[in-house]
């Protein structure tokens, strides 16, 4: 039965992975659109996200869990082509790796938990900040990270 | 891979949860069956003749009022600086619909809906002393919220994960 539970929790961490990856990818087309201060917290955004790939990497392949690999490339949901509408894919990359993470708490405990709970809260401040930035309102959403 | 994945994907996860239910049922089914074994030799020192405890109060009923207070704080700072309705007002219905999922959670009625400490104190006639102290809330109540979902059991981790996420955003907002 703590075979079950593992392997729950290294599949929500897998999926975790996979939205890391993707987060990454589109910080990349959301970077080049952004300048001064917002340029600057894009990047901090990237790294946050790379340390938790690097972390999610070396704790599910020494755990002896498959490791889901990267891709070369990830569809954007809207092209980016101005500021506007980097901001607006910065607000949705946060949202949506904050519900991965989300996921994982309830196949996760002690440490783990922690780990995700600090995730799912630092993505869904960072994504208030962005909805900041683009003018978008309200600010906040009643339910961070849940579906739907 | 379209970004769009990620969220079908959540759901996946998500339906895993009540999986994970039915999961804790049968773990529990298992700790009725191993107490009943290590009991049966007891039966007779009268220790299972005792009367059941008083049920114990929900442990999330202390984040419950909480919400509330929060929400009725917002109020009472939106009401006496209008030029911060906009902003304060969504997050007093997050903190409200924080309470009506706790309140379905724990099985407490829902028209009971008066904070039992009653709302705050009149809010700072100063914008910023205002804004300040609502800061101050958000940030026990994020932390508190933190501390119930490190405890919560399985199916109600979520949630909780949620609040502590809203509670969190709210303390940027008020920024």
Redesign the interface.
Known sequence: MSGRIISESAEALASALTAEYAAIWAYGPVGVRLSGAERKAAVEAEASHRARRDALVVQLSTGGGSVPPDRAGYALPFPVIDRASALRLAVQVEERTAAFWRAALPVSSGAERERALAALVEYAVRATRWRRSAEITPLTVPFPGRPG | ???????A??????Q??SS?LS?RG??RAGALLALGGAAAPLTGCGLLDRDEPPPQPDPLAPLLDESRRLAAGLRAAATAHPDLA??LL??A??HE??AAELAGLTGVATASATPTAGPSATPPTDRSAALAELRKSERAG?EAA?RA??AAP??R??????????R??????LR
Not at chain 2, 1 to 7: I, Q
Not at chain 2, 9 to 14: A, F, K, P, Q, S
Not at chain 2, 157 to 166: D, E, F, P, Q, R
């Open positions: 891979m379209v970004l769009t994945c990620p969220v994907m959540g759901r996946t996860t998500w895993d949860e994970e999961r049968l773990l906009a902003r969504p997050l219905e997050s619909a924080h994020r933190i979902c490190a399985a199916e981790a979520a949630l909780l994960g949620s609040i502590a996420a809203a969190a955003t709210h303390l940027e907002a």
